[in-house]
C-alpha cells in the first residue's frame, strides 16, 4: 500500500515537473507580437518603417502628449514674432511666447522626440539582421529602409538640439530595461555633427522614387536627406556644402513653383498637399486627421499677431485687389487674424472638420530655394541670392510694397531680405523662430538685433524690457530640460540661464 | 519526528502556530503618515548652510517662528556673501551689531505675502508689496553675457522658485536695502537736477514730495511719480537758471499759487500712484496732479514717449523717457527722467466726427472697407475688438451699400454699423472709445438709419453718465420745409448732403469735457430689438461752432460743400 501511494505520488510528481515549463506558463503579450517573432520577414521592417512615419502623425494610444507636428509648430513659431496667443492658448503656451520660460513648463516634454528615435533605432539595429533569415530581402532594400529610420533620426536630433541646444544622443535601440538611461547631454555642435554624419549615410542609402507621389512626397527620398542637409549646414556654417546640398534638390528637375492662381494654388499646394512644390510632408488623411483644425480654428490656440498682416504681407490700403497670395486668406484671415493654412479648402471655403486632414509640411521647394540663396549670402554671391529672391517673388506675384531694392554686396540687407521673404513664404510652418535664431547666432551673435526687434514687436508692454535684456543671453534661446527628466535622468545638467 | 506526529491534533497546531510566529519578523510595520515632507520656510533655511547668515537673521528678530508657519510667501534669500557685503556695507562686524530694528526692516522688506513666481515678474513692481510697506520692482539685466533675472535693480536672482512648504524661494546676490529717502530727497540729492529742484521750492511741491509714506496704513494712493527732467533738457529749451524759468512759465508771478503756470508746469510732472515705466508703458494716459490735465503715453517700439498725438492730422512729436536713470524708487514714490523738456499743451475744443465702423479691426479688412460692391456685410466677433465692447457675444457688422443705394449707402462713407439685434444677451451696452477729445463744451449728435419696426428707443451715455435724450431708432428725418435751423432747436438735423429721406441725426446732450483724451460713449438698448440697428457717426461738435454745417457728403468721404 505504502509503495503504491509512493508511486502514485512520484510519478505524479514526475508528471507535474515535466510538463510545467509548458507554453501555457509563459507569459506572452496578448494584444503584440514579441521581438523574437518579428524582424523576420522584409515586411516586417517595412511595417515598422511605416509605423515609425506613423508615430509623426498622431501619438500612439495612451499617450496623452501633443503630434510632433504641433510640437515642430510651437517649437518653431511661439518664440518668433507672428503669433499671439488665441482664446484656448494654455498657460504654458503664453509664458513660451512671452520669454517667461520655467523648467517645469509642459511644453519642454521631449518624451515625443525620443519615442520616435527610438523607433528609428530599432529599424537601425534590427533589419539588417533580417537579411540571413529572408533570403528576398536584397541589399539595396535594406538600404532603403535604413535610409528612411537614419534621416528622420537625424531630422528629430537636429529639431531637438536647435531647440534644447545640448540633449543626450541615444544612438542604439532601447530593448530591455537594463539600458542605461542616464545618459548625459552631448553639445549642441556633437549633436550637428552626428546629424550631419547620418544624413550623408542616408543619401548613399536613399531612394529617388517610390514610384508613387504619395510615397515621393511622404517618405524619406534623396532630395528630403539633401534639403535637410542644406538646413544643417547652415546652421553650421558650411555655407558652399549648403549651396550644394540645395543644388542637388533644384538641379533634379523634379520640383517647381506653381504660378498662383486664385483658389486653385492654394488648393493645390496647401489644401491637397503632395504637390510639385512639396519635399517631404507629415500625410494627414481622412482617417487620421491632424491638430490643425481644432487648434487653429475650433478651439483656437494660436493666432496670426497683429502685426503681421500689415507688416509681413504688406496692405494696399488703396486697392485691395493688390495683395500678396500668401496674405490673406493663405496663410491668415485679415481681420481676425486666424491662422488659415492648415485648414483652408481654397481661399474662400475652409474645410469641414471631418475632412481637415491638410498635411503638415516640413521642407517645401521654395524653402530649399530660399535656404540656397542664404548660402549664397554668406558666401558673397548677393546677386545670386537676390536672383533666387526675384524668382520667388515673381511667381508668387509678391507685391510692390513689399520689395526691397538693395545693394547686393551689403550682406545684412540681403540676409534681412530672405527672412521677410522666408516670413512671407513659409509663415507658420514651423520655421520663423528657427531662421531668426540661425541668422542671429551667425559669427557669435553678431545679429542678435534679429531677436531683440522681434522681440520688441511682440512682447507685452510691461515686460518687453526684462525680455530684451534675457534675449542677450544666448542660452535664453534654447528650452529648458524638463524638470521630470532631470529627475529621472541624474546625469542631466540643466542649461545655466534656467537655474 | 514520531513523537511529534504523536502529539494531539490541537497541540500540533498551536506549535506550527508558533514557529510560524517566530519566522514571521515582530518589527512593527512602519506607516508613513505624512503625505508631505517638504520643508517650510525656516526649516529649509536651518537645512542649507549657504543661507546660515540669513537664518540667524531670522532668529535674531523672531522672525523665525514666524516663517515657519503655513501660507504662501515670497522670500528673497540672500547668499551669506551678500549678507556679508551688507555688513561691511553698514560698517558692522556681525549681525548682532546692527540695531535689531534695522534688522527687522531688512527682514520685512525681503518677505512678500504671496507666492509670486519669477513668470509673474514685469518690468515694474510686484503687485504685492513686501510685508514692510515698499513694493519691489523686477526686472532683467544682461553682464558679460548672461541675463538674470533682477530685483530692485541690484540683485540678481541666482536660483529662482524654489518651492517650499509655505510658500517659494527667490536667492539673491545682494541684500535688498529699504529706500529710506524721499523723492525731494532724492532730487535735490542729484546735482543734475538742480534747477528741477529749485523749481519744486519755489512752488511749493518740494514739500509735498517730502512728505513720508505712512507704511502702516498700505496705502498706494499716496504714493507719487515724478517725471524730472535734468539741467541739460532745460538748457535745450533755452533755459539756464531759475530766473528763465519763472520768466518764460510764471505768468502770474507767484508760483506758490496753484493757478500760476510756473505752478503747473510743475504740477504737471507730479502723478498720483506709484507708476514705474512698466505701468507708463500701459496706461495711455496719465492723470497729472495738474487739475484736468493729463499726459498720453505710448510705446513706440522700446521707447515710452509722452504726449505724442496726432492732432488734426499733424503729428506732434513726443518727449521720451530715459530708461536707463529712470524706475528710481524713493520711500514715497518714484522717479523718472524726461528727455526733454516738455509742457501743458492749450488746445481750443475741435470737432470730432466719430465714424462707428471706423474701427482698426475693420480697417484691416482692406477688401472689404469702404469697398462699394465688395461683400456687403462683414461679421467680427467680440473678442477682437480693442476699442469696443458690449454685453453679450454676438458679433457686430460691418455694412457697406454702394453710394447713395441700398441701404445704408446715404450715410457717411456710405456705410454703417450694423448691430443684428440690440438687446439683452445679444449685443448690449455697447461702448465705444472715442478719438481724442480736447476738453471743452460739445454738443453730441447721434446720426443713424432708421427703421420702419422692430426697432425702438437707445439711451446714450458718456463716460458713464447719461445723456438727456434718447434716440428713437424708428424715427425718420423731417424732409418737410421746416427750416433747418427750427428743426435744429428740436434737436433734429439733416447731418448728410444731399438730404437722404432714410438717415436722421439727433442731438443727444451737451457734454463738458473735462479731460482732454479719449473717452467712452456707451448706447443702451431700452427693449428687445429684433430689426437690425445701423449707426452711422457721431458728432462732437464744440457748442460755439456751428451745428449744421459743414455737412457730410452722403455715401462720400469728405464734406459736402457749404451752401
Known amino acids: 500500500m505504502q509503495t503504491k501511494i509512493k508511486t502514485i505520488l512520484a510519478i505524479f510528481t514526475l508528471f507535474i515537473a515535466a510538463t510545467s515549463c509548458d507554453d501555457y506558463l509563459d507569459l506572452r503579450p496578448q494584444d503584440g507580437i514579441i521581438r523574437e517573432e518579428f524582424w523576420k520577414t522584409k515586411e516586417d521592417i517595412q511595417a515598422a518603417v511605416i509605423g515609425m512615419y506613423s508615430s509623426l502623425l498622431n501619438s500612439p494610444p495612451g499617450v496623452s502628449d501633443f503630434p510632433m507636428s504641433q510640437y515642430l509648430f510651437m517649437h518653431g513659431e511661439l518664440r518668433g514674432d507672428m ?196 519635399i517631404f510632408e507629415f500625410q494627414y488623411s481622412k482617417t487620421n486627421l491632424g491638430p490643425f483644425y481644432n487648434i487653429f480654428f475650433q478651439r483656437h490656440q494660436f493666432l496670426a499677431s497683429a502685426t503681421v498682416l500689415e507688416d509681413v504681407f504688406g496692405v494696399d490700403f488703396t486697392n485691395p485687389a493688390n495683395k500678396d497670395i500668401r496674405g490673406d486668406r493663405t496663410s491668415l484671415v485679415a481681420g481676425t487674424n486666424e491662422i488659415y493654412k492648415f485648414t483652408g479648402e481654397n481661399n474662400d471655403t475652409r474645410k469641414e472638420l471631418q475632412g481637415a486632414d491638410t498635411h503638415w509640411f516640413v521642407y517645401r521647394y521654395a524653402d530649399v530655394l530660399l535656404m540656397q540663396a542664404e548660402a549664397l549670402a554668406e558666401l558673397n554671391r548677393g546677386s545670386e541670392a537676390l536672383t533666387i529672391i526675384e524668382e520667388v517673388r515673381l511667381k508668387r506675384e509678391a507685391i510692390d510694397m513689399t520689395a526691397e531694392t538693395i545693394a547686393t554686396d551689403n550682406k545684412k540687407e540681403v540676409i534681412d531680405y530672405i527672412l521677410a521673404e522666408r516670413s512671407r513664404e513659409l509663415a507658420f510652418e514651423g520655421k520663423r523662430w528657427f531662421d531668426m535664431l540661425r541668422n542671429a547666432r551667425r559669427n557669435n551673435y553678431a545679429r542678435l538685433d534679429i531677436l531683440i526687434d522681434g522681440a520688441i514687436l511682440s512682447a507685452p508692454a510691461d515686460q518687453q524690457q526684462s525680455i530684451i535684456a534675457k534675449l542677450k543671453d544666448s542660452n535664453s534661446h534654447y528650452l529648458p530640460i524638463n524638470t521630470y527628466e532631470l529627475y529621472t535622468n541624474k546625469a542631466l545638467v540643466q542649461n545655466p540661464f534656467y537655474k | 519526528m514520531k513523537r511529534l506526529l ?235 537758471n531759475i530766473e528763465e524759468l519763472k520768466a518764460k512759465y510764471s505768468h502770474l508771478h507767484e508760483p506758490l499759487n496753484p493757478k500760476d503756470s510756473l505752478n503747473l508746469f510743475v504740477s504737471y510732472r507730479i502723478l498720483p500712484k506709484l507708476q514705474y515705466l512698466a505701468d507708463i508703458a500701459i496706461s495711455p494716459a496719465l492723470v497729472t496732479k495738474a487739475p484736468l490735465e493729463v499726459i498720453s503715453a505710448k510705446l513706440d517700439k522700446d521707447v515710452i514717449l509722452l504726449n505724442e498725438e496726432v492732432f488734426n492730422g499733424v503729428l506732434e512729436k513726443g518727449v521720451a523717457i530715459v530708461r536707463e536713470k529712470s524706475d528710481l524708487t524713493a520711500s514715497n514714490g518714484v522717479l523718472h527722467f524726461a528727455e526733454a523738456n516738455f509742457a501743458i499743451k492749450k488746445r481750443l475744443p475741435a470737432p470730432v466726427y466719430f465714424d462707428f465702423c471706423d474701427q482698426n479691426e475693420f480697417r ?36 457697406k451699400d454702394a453710394a447713395r443705394g441700398g441701404t445704408v449707402g446715404f450715410g457717411w462713407h456710405g456705410d454703417c454699423l ?34 420702419t419696426t422692430k426697432v425702438g428707443l437707445v439711451k446714450v451715455f458718456f463716460d458713464g453718465v447719461e445723456l438727456p435724450r434718447q434716440i428713437n431708432f424708428l424715427e425718420f428725418v423731417n424732409t418737410s420745409s421746416i427750416p433747418e435751423r427750427v428743426l435744429e432747436s428740436q434737436g433734429y438735423k439733416r447731418h448728410v448732403q444731399p438730404t437722404s429721406s432714410k438717415m436722421n441725426c439727433r442731438l443727444v446732450g451737451t457734454i463738458d469735457v473735462t479731460v482732454t483724451g479719449r473717452h467712452t460713449l456707451t448706447l443702451q438698448s431700452q427693449s428687445a430689438f429684433t430689426g437690425q440697428t445701423w449707426l452711422d457717426v457721431a458728432e462732437f461738435r464744440p457748442v460755439d461752432m456751428d451745428q449744421l454745417y459743414p455737412k457730410f457728403d452722403s455715401g462720400g468721404d469728405g464734406f459736402a460743400p457749404l451752401p
Open chain 1, 83 to 278: 503669433i499671439a496667443p488665441g482664446l484656448n492658448a494654455t498657460e504654458d503656451q503664453r509664458d513660451i511666447m512671452n520669454s517667461n520660460i520655467m523648467a517645469s513648463n509642459d511644453l519642454t516634454n521631449w518624451a515625443i522626440f525620443y519615442r520616435t528615435i527610438n523607433y528609428c533605432n530599432t529599424i537601425i539595429d534590427l533589419a539588417p539582421a533580417v537579411r540571413e533569415k529572408d533570403p528576398t530581402l536584397t541589399q539595396v532594400q535594406l538600404n532603403h529602409f535604413l535610409s528612411e529610420a537614419l534621416a528622420i533620426r537625424a531630422y528629430l536630433y537636429f529639431t531637438l538640439a536647435r531647440t534644447f541646444k545640448d540633449v543626450p544622443l541615444k544612438l542604439t535601440a532601447t530593448l530591455t530595461d537594463e539600458d542605461n538611461f542616464q545618459l548625459p547631454v552631448s553639445p549642441q555642435k556633437d549633436v550637428f555633427a552626428q546629424v550631419i554624419k547620418d544624413l550623408k549615410l542616408a543619401e548613399g542609402y536613399a531612394v529617388q522614387d517610390y514610384g508613387n507621389n504619395d510615397s515621393n512626397k511622404g517618405r524619406i527620398t534623396v532630395y528630403a536627406i539633401n534639403a535637410m542637409l542644406t538646413d544643417v549646414y547652415l546652421w553650421n556654417d558650411n555655407f558652399q556644402e549648403a549651396f550644394d546640398a540645395a543644388d542637388k534638390v533644384i538641379k533634379s528637375g523634379k520640383f517647381d513653383l506653381i504660378k498662383v492662381s486664385n483658389n486653385t494654388w492654394f488648393n493645390t499646394v496647401y489644401a491637397k498637399g503632395n504637390s510639385i512644390e512639396s
Open chain 2, 364 to 399: 484691416q479688412l482692406t477688401s472689404v472697407f469702404r469697398i462699394p460692391g465688395a461683400a456687403p456685410k462683414t461679421s467680427l466677433a467680440k473678442s477682437l475688438f480693442k476699442d469696443v465692447t458690449w454685453d453679450g457675444n454676438d458679433p457686430i457688422t460691418y455694412f
Open chain 2, 6 to 240: 504523536r502529539l494531539p491534533s490541537l497541540l500540533r497546531f498551536t506549535l506550527v502556530f508558533l514557529i510560524a510566529l517566530v519566522f514571521q519578523n515582530c518589527t512593527e510595520q512602519k506607516i508613513k503618515e505624512s503625505t508631505d515632507e517638504t520643508l517650510n520656510i525656516t526649516d529649509y533655511l536651518r537645512d542649507t548652510e549657504e543661507y546660515s547668515m540669513f537664518s540667524e537673521l531670522l532668529e535674531i528678530t523672531n522672525y523665525a517662528p514666524f516663517m515657519n508657519t503655513y501660507g504662501t510667501y515670497t522670500l528673497f534669500l540672500p547668499t551669506n556673501d551678500a549678507m556679508k557685503e551688507y555688513l561691511k556695507d553698514v560698517g558692522a562686524a556681525s549681525l548682532k551689531d546692527v540695531p535689531v530694528a534695522d534688522l527687522q526692516n531688512i527682514v520685512k522688506l525681503h518677505i512678500l505675502n504671496q507666492k509670486i513666481n519669477t513668470t509673474a515678474f514685469t518690468d515694474g513692481k510686484i503687485a504685492t508689496p513686501s510685508l514692510y510697506g515698499q513694493f519691489l520692482v523686477t526686472g532683467a539685466t544682461n553682464k558679460n553675457g548672461e541675463s538674470s533675472t533682477t530685483v530692485n535693480k541690484t540683485a540678481s536672482i541666482l536660483k529662482s522658485n524654489v518651492e517650499v512648504g509655505n510658500g517659494v524661494i527667490h536667492v539673491i546676490d545682494k541684500v535688498l536695502r529699504v529706500a529710506d529717502k524721499t523723492l525731494a530727497q532724492t532730487i535735490e540729492q542729484d546735482t543734475s537736477l538742480s534747477l528741477f529742484t529749485e523749481a519744486l521750492k519755489i512752488t511749493g511741491w518740494y514739500d509735498v514730495l517730502n512728505k513720508p509714506i505712512d507704511y502702516t496704513t498700505n496705502d498706494i494712493e499716496s504714493y507719487l511719480t515724478v517725471l524730472a527732467q535734468n539741467n541739460d533738457a532745460f538748457k535745450a529749451a533755452g533755459i539756464n
Open chain 2, 418 to 451: 450694423e448691430l443684428l439685434q440690440f438687446r439683452d444677451g445679444r449685443v448690449q451696452n455697447i461702448a465705444f472709445k472715442t478719438p481724442v477729445i480736447i476738453k471743452g463744451k460739445y454738443k453730441v449728435w447721434i446720426s443713424y438709419r432708421a427703421q
